[in-house]
Structure formats: structure tokens, C-alpha cells
């Protein structure tokens, strides 16, 4: 397929841009395969516009012209087309942004119009930009990522006594969306794992994510069993969870389902671990939304933060009805609860939904943070992501193929790494010395997730990234975010380091609207970015005299 055939009009001048905190700017817009470039024309003047395609969640266009109608009506002539008529496209982006073309000639509007529509879904993953983005500060001979499951557990050494790195699913037929190779305890073989994989859905069996040095525990995540209505067991199950918990009382097991949702699930041919199978397991329920009602949460936070009535009822009548806030107290919550299981109780858990690809990995990357003091610097949260999401398995193709505005039937889109980001930045509110990362770090990650020049949120598993060779033919994000001057503009100023725990707060007062990603586009949010970077400036030159 060529890009070309999308595109009819390539070039339009005399365009008019309306952006938010911008005032209006006249130029020329141009089109290519990835990419709208809108160029100043002024003289003098070099400004440009450069927004990726990929970014587009819904357009919505207009024309007219001198005759006084409106919209699109087949038997205008072509003189009326090209004579007195203008168009205006209004472009809704994943990251929230809104912006506005005046389109001079009702012809050269629809013809843009289509190609934005026609390129911004294209969804060939070799045709996406970050098969053609070279930077020239990075080289794509260097490894891909910043670590692998292998050079992980060579770091952990503690770990070798009792848990070893296992090669089952070398050729991804054990499991579709694991890595390659997973932690698992020693004392269980390669053939017991695939029968156990068997029993869990999607083959999703229990295996190592989380270590904790100060006791030993362990965090172990997985999907959830296929016990069915018949009550099915498999034995080589059995004794991997029971080695999970060698030489320990008990361990927990927290399901982000409800007690009626996981009786539902075993009728269709799901289910949960009973006690009289896995004795030394308690489960703990904790339900956690997800699919179609979060990402409809989502479109309804939009809906509120655009609302411009000036109505403080209405906003926050809009703002509850979302329930936004609620699924990240939720998730806190749960959060706690599992490094309160680890840390306080001293005890190891299994963390499970239905899949495993979403909400579990959502709350075991928080209860990492809450507790352990190296997921909180800039490089460890970076590799917390790289291991707990990219390379577990969570389908950011699918939960990230739109964002609030499209008009498109909801599918498989769940805004479930958003959330975990909102969480994150409710973390870095209420404890700013903490966390080694800035806010701006969280909000460009936000953004990558939906549209990137970088290959590491493309797929939905590791084992599509390198079937299409995105480790070879793409650039990685997180190592791009680690040079120096990435690095700079993302670390924390006010960074204290401590081995403590950081315990949130979950009482609505404590939970705020995340007003930098949400509010982004706003006066006020700009102003309190000014306000941020004037602090950190100031940070940096206290420590610059503090050493001098």
C-alpha cells in the first residue's frame, strides 16, 4: 500500500490553525504518510506545527460557502467548490488536544479531510512511523529495551536458590503473550508448567514479577484458572502455587474480581482457586473495572474537562458521574492492600483477574513502587514499566487503538495504563521528595501510549514485536528517555531517596484530578507548568551554589 493513495490534496496554503493557548496563525498545511506539518508563512517567522497522524482520535468537518448552505451537498457545482467556499476540520487528539483548520475551498477540505481519516487508522504496524523515525543520537544496532527477563534474575541473586529462569515458552506456544523466558520455582519442571498453562487462560501461569529483599516474599501474577462449572483440577497447578509458598504458612491470593463475577466466570469456564485445593492460598477479592466501562469513564472525564459553562456544579456533578476518581481509589486501594500482604504481613500473593493483562499488572506495578525503593528512582520505574507491562503482555494496540473522542464502536480499547499513570502521579502528589521522576515524565509516557515515534508500545505482546521486527527496525523509548539531557528534564529536582515505604492515601479528599494531563490544554494548567519549571530551575541552581 502507498501512502499516496490516501493522500489528494498534499499541499493546501492560506490555512488558518486555531490551538489551544495560541492565538490563530495563517500557513501552509501539508500532509504526508505519518505526519500534518502546518508551516507559518508570516515573514519572518519559522514556526511549525508537526502533529503525527497516529495522534488523531476524530475529526469532524464542515463546509460552506457564499450560497449560505452548509455541509456536504453532491450538486454544487464545481465553481461553487472552488469559488467562495471554505471548510473547517476540527481535529480531536488521543492526548486531549483540540485543534481547528480553516480550509479555504470546500474541494481541498473534504480531500484533506479524507486523507486524515483514511491514514490516521491505518493499523499495518511495518507502515506506522517508528519504522521510519531515525534519530541520529540513537543507533538501532544496540540492544533493544533495557533489560531481559535473563539479565533480570542474574541481578537478583537471592532469587537462585529457590527460583530459577525457565525457557518453556522459548517459541511463545506455551504462552502467546509471556516473554520468552519467566521466573518460576525450581522445583518445578518444564513439562509440569505446560500442564499447568494449560489450566490457566490464555496459558497465562503463575510466575515471578516481584522479589522483595527485605523478607524474602513474593509477588506472582497470572490469569485465572480454568476450573469451570464442573469444578476442575489440575495437579501440577496445585503444587506450583504450593512452591510459590515454601516453608510459609500461607499466602494470599488477591482476584480483582468479585465474589459474584468469579461464580459467573466458572459457568463459563473460568474460575478461581477453591480452598479445599490450594489449602494454604486465602483469597481476598477486590473488584476493579475495566474494557468498556473504563474507557467509557474515560470519554466521560473528556466530556467534563471540556466543558466550558463556567457551572462548578455542573463541572463536579460531571466530574462524579465519570467515576474516574473512583477507579484510582480503587486501584490504590488494592495497591496497599497487596504490599500490606508483602511488606506488613509477610506474606507472598498471587495477583489475578480474568486475563492478567490488565488490572493485575496495574496494581502489582503500584504495590512495586509503594514498596520498593529502586522502582521509585527515574531508571527503575522505566524498567518496572518495560518488565510489568511491555513485556508481560499487556495489548497496547488494542486498549490504546483510541482515546476519549472517537466516534468508533468501542472494542477492546481500556484506558488500563492510563490509569496506572494517574495512579503513579497521586503517588509523586503525595509524597514529592519520594520519587525520582517528574510529573512531566508521566505525562509524555501518557502520550506515547497512544502515538509514538518510538516502537514500545507498538503490539500487543512480545512475541508480535518480534514477528514484525520492531526490536530490529524500531528505536526504543525508554532508552531514548534515559540520555542525558532526557534525563534532566525528567528527574525530580526535590528527589530525597528513602528505603521506607510510601503509603497513599485513598480518602476521596486525598485524590485529586490529574489537572497536567487532563486539564493540559487549559490556561490554568499552563500556568501551573510555568509555575513547576520556574521551581525546578530554582532547585537546580540552590544545588548548583550548595556544591560550588
Known amino acids: 500500500m502507498e501512502f499516496s493513495e490516501h493522500i489528494k490534496t498534499a499541499n493546501v496554503e492560506d490555512v488558518v490553525l486555531h490551538q489551544p493557548l495560541q492565538p490563530p496563525i495563517r500557513g501552509t498545511l501539508c500532509i504526508t504518510g505519518h505526519h500534518l506539518l502546518f508551516s507559518d508563512r508570516e515573514e519572518g517567522s519559522s514556526r511549525q506545527v508537526l502533529l503525527l497522524l497516529r495522534n488523531i ?58 486523507s486524515i481519516e483514511a491514514l490516521s487508522c491505518l493499523n499495518n504496524v511495518p507502515e506506522m512511523y517508528p519504522f521510519f523515525y531515525r534519530p541520529t543520537e540513537l543507533s538501532l544496532k544496540s540492544q533493544w529495551g533495557l533489560s531481559t527477563p535473563e539479565k533480570h534474575f542474574n541481578q537478583m541473586k537471592e532469587l537462585h536458590k529457590r527460583w530459577r529462569l525457565s525457557s518453556v515458552n522459548r517459541d511463545y506456544s506455551v504462552c502467546p503473550s509471556y516473554p520468552q523466558a519467566v521466573i518460576v520455582p525450581n522445583t518445578i519442571d518444564d513439562d509440569m508448567l505446560k500442564k499447568a498453562a494449560k489450566f490457566r487462560q490464555r496459558g497465562r501461569f503463575p510466575v515471578l514479577c516481584y522479589f522483595h529483599r527485605k523478607n524474602g516474599m513474593v509477588i506472582v501474577r497470572s490469569s485465572q484458572p480454568l476450573t469451570g462449572a464442573n469444578k476442575k483440577r489440575c495437579k501440577e497447578d496445585e503444587l506450583l502455587l504450593q512452591a510459590v509458598i515454601d516453608g510459609s504458612d500461607k499466602g494470599y491470593i488477591i482476584d480483582t474480581r468479585s465474589s ?3 461464580q459467573q466466570a466458572r459457568m463459563t469456564g473460568g474460575g478461581f482457586e477453591s480452598k479445599s485445593c490450594y489449602e494454604r492460598w486465602k483469597r481476598l477479592h477486590r473488584q476493579m473495572e475495566k474494557g468498556k466501562a473504563l474507557q467509557e469513564s474515560l470519554i466521560k472525564l473528556a466530556e ?19 467515576k474516574w476518581l473512583s477507579h484510582v481509589q480503587t486501584a490504590l486501594s488494592t495497591a496497599g492492600l497487596l504490599a500490606e500482604c508483602v511488606e506488613r504481613d509477610g506474606h507472598s500473593v498471587l495477583v489475578h483477574g480474568s486475563d492478567g493483562t490488565d488490572c493485575s499488572l496495574l496494581i502489582s506495578t503500584l504495590a512495586q513502587l509503594i514498596m520498593d525503593p529502586h522502582c521509585r528512582t527515574l531508571e ?6 518495560e518488565r510489568e507491562w511491555v513485556q508481560a503482555g499487556h495489548p497496547f494496540q488494542q486498549r490504546c487503538a483510541h482515546s476519549a473522542y472517537s466516534h468508533a464502536r468501542l472494542q477492546q480499547e481500556s484506558p488500563v495504563f492510563l490509569l496506572m499513570l494517574d495512579c503513579v502521579w497521586q503517588l509523586w502528589r503525595q509524597f514529592p521528595l519520594a520519587l525520582g521522576f517528574s510529573e512531566a515524565l508521566l505525562l509524555r509516557l501518557a502520550t506515547e501510549a497512544y502515538a509514538s515515534d518510538y516502537g514500545t508500545f507498538l503490539c500487543n505482546s512480545d512475541r508480535e514485536r518480534c514477528a514484525l521486527g520492531v526490536k530490529d527496525k524500531t528505536h526504543c523509548l525508554f532508552q531514548a528517555l534515559l540520555r542525558p539531557m532526557e534525563r534532566d528534564f525528567y528527574s525530580n529536582a526535590l528527589y530525597e531517596p528513602t528505603d521506607l515505604a510510601i503509603w497513599p492515601s485513598v480518602h476521596p479528599q486525598s485524590l485529586q484530578l490529574w489537572r497536567g ?16 519549571e520556574e521551581i525546578r530551575n530554582m532547585v537546580i541552581e540552590w544545588g548548583k551554589l550548595a556544591f560550588s
Open 260 to 262: 459474584q463475577q468469579v
Open 517 to 532: 494531563f487532563f486539564l493540559r490544554w487549559t490556561q490554568q494548567a499552563h500556568h501551573l507548568e510555568e509555575i513547576q
Open 304 to 322: 467534563a474537562c471540556s466543558d466550558d459553562s463556567h457551572n462548578m456544579d455542573r463541572w463536579l456533578s460531571k466530574l462524579e458521574n465519570s
Open 57 to 114: 482520535d476524530a475529526t469532524e468537518k464542515r463546509v460552506e460557502n457564499l450560497v449560505g448552505y452548509s455541509g456536504f451537498l453532491s450538486n454544487a457545482s464545481q465553481s461553487e467548490r472552488m469559488s467562495g467556499s471554505s471548510g473547517t476540520i476540527t481535529i480531536k487528539c488521543k492526548d486531549l488536544r483540540v485543534l481547528q483548520l480553516d480550509i479555504p475551498g470546500m474541494e481541498q477540505c473534504l480531500n484533506v479531510a479524507h
Open 380 to 385: 527503575g520505574f522505566l524498567a518496572l514499566l
